[in-house]
């Protein structure tokens, strides 16, 4: 979310917890610390790389921690090296116990995971086990709910305050576009009634002269 700071990015997920305010940022910061992007909780998405941004989105979908990561082209858009580092990663989560789907047209890619479902067409064509899939412990899933009001207040004034000259230009022109519009309106029924006036005392027979 390009107007949110990868901290308050990860925080919108955790907001759908039942976790406290002060649980949600610290685990917020754990899972940044995770990715290796500590250092970086108060940066904008902007300010971030290709390889950066993937492990936010990562983050981001581990703070609920939900039993499932399906990943879409996880590797598209990166080069050699976040490939590795983000294949590396992924790792690290089937190994905690998440299942972890990766949806790619690389072979690299599918060869670095445990079991390779392979499409053509949208038909399975082959089903290969490379290696025993990492064992899954149970654990309690943290509490869910909606996304609160206040909180999706907070996020649109967080918006308009990171756009914030470009929303003082809009409100600028708008209003000036306003003012025009009634301007206009005000001198074109001023003129109006003068002619009318005008007219009326030249040709109204009582008229004094």
């Known amino acids: 979310i390009s107007h949110l700071s990868i901290l308050d990015n990860v925080l919108v997920s955790l907001q759908m917890t039942g976790l406290s305010r002060k649980e949600q940022h610290e685990r917020a910061v754990q899972l ?6 500590k250092e970086h909780i108060h940066k904008h998405p902007n300010q971030l790389s290709g390889g950066q941004k993937q492990r936010v989105a990562i983050a981001r979908a581990l703070a609920s921690d939900p039993d499932i990561i399906i990943a879409d082209e996880p590797t598209g858009a ?12 992924m ?18 890619v599918a060869d670095h995971g445990t079991r390779i479902v392979h499409m053509a067409d949208g038909v399975i064509d082959h ?52 003012f025009s519009v009634i301007l206009m ?14 007219i009326y ?9």
């Open 201 to 209: 005392s030249q040709i109204k027979p009582t008229a004094v002269q």
């Open 78 to 89: 990166l080069d050699s090296q976040n490939t590795q580092e983000i294949l590396t990663l």
């Open 127 to 178: 089903d290969t086990r490379l290696k025993d899939p990492f064992p899954v412990e149970e654990h309690a899933a943290l509490p869910a709910k909606h996304l609160s009001f206040t909180a999706m207040v907070k996020m649109a004034l967080k918006h308009m305050r990171y756009n914030l000259k470009r929303n003082l230009l809009i409100i600028f022109g708008a209003s000036i576009g306003i």
């Open 32 to 37: 940044l610390d995770r990715v290796g992007l």
């Open 91 to 108: 790792d690290q989560i089937a190994a905690d116990g998440k299942l972890v789907i990766c949806v790619t047209h690389s072979q690299e």
């Open 185 to 198: 309106l005000g001198i074109g029924r001023g003129v109006k009634g003068y002619m009318n006036h005008e």
